[in-house]
């Protein structure tokens, strides 16, 4: 257990926009500290205190770039301990016309940015902090998605196929992490209201048991309780947030 005086720090890769965006909101609210990366610039549409200076710009797509950010997230860390690590930025690129690019279409440059960015660059963190997350008897939470079990209509073969590593991840992870006393879930979001959405997504929340997209906020509630002392107990599970949608 950690000093009640600790305040907890999290570090959240993806924070810029819809689920990423609503958990450091979430997080903030809590007390907690939120150190973000992302490929871009702070933007001041990222209303939460301390946001600026707080922020790691980081191509998460270089091995490399990933790899020297872990010393400047080090730094950053007062009193060594990172209490939760969120894996969320992800990419998912799309044709000329905007339509999904399949295993035949997608060009291998591609499928390595994908893998970088959705995959390795939750291996490098995660390692990189080790000692870190040890320190605070942390939580990884590893953002997969409901297209890594399934063919999406508009989910890439590459995002889709990271996705799926990325869960098969997370079960090697809690393994290999359990002795240090950290746990390592994952939540798996469905259809979710973002900027991002695809058009033709109301045809399959029609079919959705829940019959309505998922917010940002519901999402945010699940990865803060795999990361808070309610969850102490769980580790190398994956959550469906999805309103049904797996069944």
Known sequence: MTDKTHQKTLLLTGASRGIGHATVKKFSAEGWRVLTCSRQPFSEHCPWPGGEENHIQLDLSNPQSTMNAVQDIRSRLKDGMLDALVNNAGISPKGPNGERLTTLTTDLMDWASVFHVNFFASVVLARGMKDELQA???????????????VHPFAGAAYATSKAALA???????????PLGVRVNAIAPGEVETAILSPGTDKIVEKLPMRRLGQPEEVADVIYFLCSEASSYVSGTEIEVNGGQHV
């Open 168 to 178: 098969a991840l997370t079960r090697e992870m809690a393994h290999d992490f359990g």
């Open 136 to 150: 605070a008897k942390g939580a990884v939470v590893n953002v997969t998605s409901i297209a890594g079990s399934r």
